[in-house]
């Protein structure tokens, strides 16, 4: 066990030293830029990344001020598309009951970023974003996927082994979105 934990945070603390540092400054930037517009922001993530999404949502809208939602939130609503349409418009039709438009803007919180055979939904809800000039921001991992493709900001969470992909993943979207939202209401950052 000693061993595990040993190397675990040993990847921990390479993740810390060399996640790009440019790409989480230009996801400031960007979300700097929909809350001054006064922009919406839809946090999406399936799986754990959904967890993630609900609690960056209290963060986004508590501490940086930013009006901000997370459609997983609302189970109701995201069961009854998945039930009239599919799993993978779900987010799509949400963000269009939502009016999604220029100047809102999307995080993706997903290990892989989606692919024509994973996270499908969350593909989907980055295409419409596109479509109606949403700017999107993404925390992924792996080689970022489909988010890494259509983002204008993509931090990518190094790849330390296979078998703990998705746990690093995860757990650095989180200290990436709080590193963000803090650096959101610095005044000199």
């Known amino acids: 066990m000693s061993n595990y934990i040993e190397t675990y945070l040993n990847e921990t ?7 790009n540092r440019d790409s989480i400054a230009k996801a400031v930037e960007v979300l700097r830029e ?17 967890g993630n999404a609900s609690h960056a949502v209290n963060d ?13 939130d609302n189970v109701s609503e995201l069961t009854a598309w998945t039930n ?5 418009e779900v987010f ?6 939502s009016q999604l438009r220029a100047g809102d803007g999307l995080l993706i919180l997903s290990v892989g970023g989606g692919s024509k055979t994973a996270s499908l939904n969350l593909v989907r809800a980055m295409d419409y974003g596109k ?21 204008d900001a993509c931090v990518l969470v190094p790849v330390m082994h296979p078998d703990r ?5 995860e757990g650095w979207q989180g200290v990436v979105w709080h590193l963000i ?6 005044p000199n950052a």
């Not at 986004?60 to 997983?72: D, L, N, Q, V």
């Not at 009239?84 to 993978?88: G, I, L, P, Y």
């Not at 799509?92 to 009951?97: A, S, Y």
């Open 34 to 50: 929909i809350k001054n517009s006064k922009g919406r922001l839809f946090v999406l993530g399936v799986g754990g990344s959904a």
């Open 92 to 97: 799509e039709r949400m963000l269009k009951g």
């Open 13 to 19: 603390e390479t993740i810390a030293k060399t996640i």
């Open 165 to 169: 992909i998705t746990p690093h993943a």
């Open 131 to 151: 479509s109606v000039g949403a700017k999107i921001v993404s925390i992924v991992s792996r080689d970022g996927g489909h988010a890494h493709n259509v983002s």
């Open 60 to 72: 986004f809208r508590k501490i940086a001020g930013m009006e901000c939602y997370a459609p997983t």
């Open 84 to 88: 009239d349409a599919s799993w993978e």
């Open 181 to 186: 939202v803090n650096a959101m209401i610095q």
